[in-house]
């Protein structure tokens, strides 16, 4: 059974960089896609971007200039970087199986972010 | 980007209703990448829907996916009590956008 599992950060300041870490446990890293979305309190999901196992990435536009995503095979591990946090940053981040032209299926526990000064 | 638009935002049904969830996107999604979710609270979204109309392992068949293009349905046959949640579409055709959700709510 795949699960996954994300940690980081939960309280940043505005302006620090959010990083955040997803371990995939059973399956096959290197068959999929590997999807970060995050979802504001109260609010709806936003797709953030994905990444390949050959470290080929497809980023929000809205986030493009912020946003860094890494891959490590070797550990079957996924990270995202968000620099020039602010509070309209502050989130569940999720980190999720799939992407390409595969769905979105499996979904980590989420992370709570908050940015705050 | 391809805009997605539920209806109706809230669905107020009874346990056994029917329910019926509307996404429509601002142009054709490509290839019927359109998936559908459903969120409890305090709760990752799980899939229910992926290619427009395929259920999701183990999903049960009281859930039911239709459309093409522009017009996509979620139809919930009989709702159960677990099944008050809100509900997300995705298309994954062209980049990938949410619609905004529709909450099913008890009556």
């Known amino acids: 059974q795949v699960q996954l599992h994300q940690w980081g950060a939960g309280l940043l300041k505005p302006s620090e960089t959010l990083s955040l870490t997803c371990a995939v446990y059973?399956?096959?890293?290197?068959?999929?896609?590997w999807t970060w979305i995050r979802q504001p309190p109260g609010k709806g999901l936003e797709w953030i971007g994905e990444?390949?196992?050959?470290?080929?990435?497809n980023y929000n536009p809205s986030l493009q200039s912020r946003l860094t995503m890494s891959v490590d095979t070797s550990k079957n591990q996924f990270s995202l970087k968000l620099t020039s946090m602010t509070a309209a940053d502050t989130a569940v981040y999720y980190c999720v199986r799939g992407g390409g032209g595969t769905c979105p299926d499996i979904w980590g526990q989420g992370t709570m972010v908050f940015v705050s000064s | 980007e391809i805009v997605l638009t539920q209806s109706p935002g809230t669905l107020s049904l009874s346990p056994g209703e029917r329910a019926t969830l509307s996404c429509r996107a601002s142009?054709?999604?490509?290839?019927?990448?359109l998936a559908w979710y459903q969120q409890k609270p305090g709760q990752a979204p799980r899939l229910l829907i992926y290619g427009a109309s395929s259920r999701a392992t183990g999903i049960p068949d009281r859930f039911s996916g239709s459309g093409s293009g522009t017009d996509f349905t979620l139809t919930i046959s009989r709702l159960e009590p677990e099944d008050f949640a809100v509900y997300y579409c995705l298309q994954y055709g062209t980049s990938r956008t949410f619609g905004q959700g529709t909450k099913v709510e008890i009556k």
């Open positions: 142009q054709s999604v490509a290839g019927t990448y």
């Open positions: 990444i390949d196992p050959s470290g080929n990435t």
């Open positions: 059973g399956g096959s890293f290197s068959d999929f896609c």
